[in-house]
């Protein structure tokens, strides 16, 4: 056997147990890639979450902004002012 004959089945050698260790990483979920895609996950559904909270608290804040004006206070109030500021145009026109 010469020496280039050695090298090239040692590299064939090299490079089939390299496909084993990799179908075998890939088939039981280890490897780089799936560590990386969890942690690229695990990062992604925190800042998902984030975002639906702020989501959450924005449509509180619209609710309450939508059921506060419509509330009988609120058209009370809405009311008298209207009252107020008509008495003082009177006044101001009397003047």
Do not use: C, P, Y
């Not at 206070?73 to 145009?89: G, Y």
Request: net charge negative.
């Amino acid at each position: 056997m010469s020496f280039w004959t050695a090298v090239v089945i040692i590299v064939a050698l090299i490079a089939f147990a390299e496909m084993v260790k990799s179908k075998h990483r890939h088939g039981s979920g280890l490897g780089d890639d799936q560590s990386e895609r969890g942690q690229h996950q695990t990062f992604d559904r925190s800042e998902e979450r984030r975002e639906l909270d702020e989501l959450r608290e924005r449509i509180k804040v619209l609710e309450r902004i939508a059921t506060d004006n419509n509330s009988l206070d609120a058209r009370e109030t809405k009311r008298i002012s209207a009252e107020i500021e008509a008495l003082r145009e009177k006044q101001t026109d009397r003047d």
